[in-house]
């Protein structure tokens, strides 16, 4: 399965309104893709961003918590506790880590979530560890400059 078909499987919901683009880092391009944006490094380091509508409508809080639960029932095995961040515009959100194995190795994925009442803004990276691991700072980068346009 696609690593960034997971929220699609569960939010379930159309793009709404606007879009969210990202500034891809030098060495990664911008390719296309189920994402609003989506950027990748030449060993397969993504970054998609999307933005779906806020349905049901609850709070950062509970947005954490549903892609938490889903994540770990899906064999996601969390790295850290959420982090409290910011977009580099300001809006505040949570940031989730993970490993998971895909069978035949070990991958890093991290989402970050910013819920406002009618949209929520989700940042997605994956990557084989030792990849993203070696593009950690571009990847944190790229997730913290997705911004709503």
């Given at each position: 399965m696609n690593r960034f078909a997971l929220f699609a499987l569960f939010l379930s919901a159309a793009a709404c309104g606007p879009s969210s683009h990202l500034m891809a880092p030098d060495g990664f391009a911008h390719v296309g893709g189920e994402?609003?944006?989506?950027?990748?490094?030449?060993?397969?380091?993504?970054?998609?961003?999307?933005?779906?509508?806020?349905?049901?409508?609850?709070?950062?809080?509970?947005?954490?918590?549903?892609?938490?639960?889903?994540?770990?029932?899906?064999?996601?095995?969390?790295?850290?506790?959420?982090?409290?961040?910011?977009?580099?515009?300001?809006?505040?959100?949570?940031?989730?880590?993970?490993?998971?194995?895909?069978?035949?190795?070990?991958?890093?994925?991290?989402?970050?979530v910013y819920a406002t009442t009618r949209r929520i803004l989700l940042v997605e990276a994956a990557g084989d560890l030792t990849d993203f691991d070696a593009n950690l700072p571009k990847v944190v980068a790229t997730m913290r400059s997705a911004k709503l346009s």
């Amino acid at each position: 399965m696609n690593r960034f078909a997971l929220f699609a499987l569960f939010l379930s919901a159309a793009a709404c309104g606007p879009s969210s683009h990202l500034m891809a880092p030098d060495g990664f391009a911008h390719v296309g893709g189920e994402f609003d944006d989506r950027v990748t490094s030449p060993t397969g380091v993504v970054v998609g961003t999307r933005v779906v509508a806020n349905d049901p409508k609850a709070n950062l809080d509970f947005w954490t918590q549903a892609i938490d639960l889903r994540l770990r029932a899906r064999g996601y095995e969390p790295t850290e506790q959420p982090l409290e961040i910011k977009s580099d515009g300001g809006l505040p959100g949570r940031s989730l880590h993970y490993v998971f194995f895909d069978g035949t190795r070990k991958n890093r994925y991290f989402v970050d979530v910013y819920a406002t009442t009618r949209r929520i803004l989700l940042v997605e990276a994956a990557g084989d560890l030792t990849d993203f691991d070696a593009n950690l700072p571009k990847v944190v980068a790229t997730m913290r400059s997705a911004k709503l346009s």
